[in-house]
């Protein structure tokens, strides 16, 4: 069993569904929880952090964790043709050897259509 | 500069041949990393290095990849003879410190070709 595991889509909504995005891990050792947008031929960019269990709202983004049933999700609201692109989760763990590795789901590809 | 920078952005290269990509961090960062991400692949660690620390080189797939990192700051990533299997994006990026909970920006990547 992978210790990320990402659904790779692709995924296609129309503009203005509710996209919601998953990932489930295995290592309990996991503290930190990130979601990345990478659009083509981009490097991954940041979009939400979150530590330990619960939810972290951003305008349109919701992060959710679930640290019982090792289960991130990211929710976008309202969405629109420029979320289009591969969204990766990633987490880490705490303070100590390799906690700086961050671990990635392999991406999940999402189209939003006009 | 205001983020990770990286070079070559593209680079076409034939089998056996050395590579070297480079990475600059953001000014201040202690932390740097190299990921690879491969066609359909999640990215995949590389090496780690924090200011003045012993780098992680762990993720290195084979002795024909090494990495150094010059006065704290510039990083360069070497492959020696590559192989078509090098082929990929490779990533750097960079954090205030090491730990979990410090964000890590990422540059836009080297895309490596080998022929």
């Known amino acids: 069993q992978k210790e990320v595991e990402q659904d790779p889509g692709p995924l296609s909504v129309p503009e203005g569904a509710i996209v919601s995005l998953n990932c489930t891990y295995s290592?309990?050792?996991?503290?930190?929880f990130m979601w990345y947008r990478q659009y083509s031929r981009k490097g991954p960019e940041l979009l939400m952090y979150?530590?330990?269990?619960g939810n972290k709202e951003d305008g349109r983004f919701t992060a959710q964790v679930d640290k019982s049933s090792k289960y991130i999700s990211l929710f976008i609201r309202d969405s629109q043709p420029s979320d289009s692109a591969t969204y990766l989760c990633?987490?880490?763990?705490?303070?100590?050897?390799?906690?700086?590795?961050?671990?990635f789901g392999k991406g999940t590809k999402l189209s939003v259509i006009p | 500069g205001a983020g990770v920078s990286q070079s070559p952005s593209n680079k076409v290269t034939e089998k056996g041949k050395d590579v070297e990509l480079r990475c600059d961090p953001i000014?201040?960062?202690?932390?740097l990393y190299w990921y690879r991400q491969s066609l359909g692949q999640g990215l995949e660690f590389l090496i780690y290095?924090?200011?003045?620390?012993?780098?992680?080189k762990s993720g290195l797939p084979s002795d024909r990849f090494s990495a150094e990192r010059t006065g704290g700051s510039v990083s360069t990533l070497t492959i020696q003879r590559t192989q078509q299997e090098d082929s990929a994006v490779y990533l750097c990026?960079?954090?205030?410190?090491?730990?979990?909970?410090?964000?890590?920006?990422f540059g836009e990547g080297s895309w490596l070709t080998v022929v």
């Open positions: 979150t530590y330990s269990s």
């Open positions: 990633a987490m880490s763990g705490t303070l100590g050897a390799g906690s700086y590795q961050l671990t």
């Open positions: 990026a960079s954090s205030l410190a090491e730990g979990g909970g410090n964000t890590i920006y």
């Open positions: 000014s201040g960062h202690t932390a």
């Open positions: 290095f924090q200011g003045n620390s012993a780098p992680d």
């Open positions: 290592n309990s050792a996991f503290q930190y």
